[in-house]
């Protein structure tokens, strides 16, 4: 009995192994009908891929050839950024210029107006002030206030008895700085204790 459903059971198996084989077979035997070569199908379908692949190949050359020109062009506006990126800031300075020119052209045809140059010039000084505002520089303060090596550099010491010891006293170079960063530091003089008398 055992035996039996052995048998069975291989007969089963064997039915179910033969039948895809079976399947593989009437698929050719329908391309058959239809009648296509198999080497005919194949070499149409290495045809397709051929142009297919020929087709990417022109897609992947012609983006290559538009990263190209878009980096090139890229760096171009990269390079013209760098040289024209302080225009705005020169044609400013441009009418300071234009105002010194003229200060000094009025001061040598009328020797005896001082004031009129004196005039000239501290307008020039202020307009020089609001251009530096204008793009983010204040300066830093100095006179009478403790030495801070951040926004100081000192140049020399004096010696007081009205100031405490490391007291800004002098101010040689106004020191300035740009959108809160350091762009100049001020040289100063400081103070210090008187020496002993001996």
Known sequence: MVEKKKQATDTKHG???????TEATEGMAAEADAGQDPVAALQQELADA????????DLYLRERAELENFRKRMQREKEDLIRFANEN????????????????????KNDETIQGLMEGVEMTLSQCQKLLEKFGV???MAVGEPFDPTWHEAMGQLESTEHPANTVL????????????????????ISKAPAADK
Do not use: F
């Open 15 to 21: 039915l179910e192994e033969e039948q895809p084989a």
């Open 50 to 57: 051929q142009a297919e692949t020929q087709k990417n190949w």
């Open 89 to 108: 800031l020169l044609r400013e300075i441009l009418t300071v210029v234009d105002n010194l020119e003229r200060a000094i052209e009025h001061a040598r």
């Open 138 to 140: 204040s300066p830093v």
């Open 170 to 189: 002098q101010e040689m170079q106004k020191g300035y700085v740009l959108n809160d960063r350091l762009l100049r530091p001020a040289l100063v003089l």
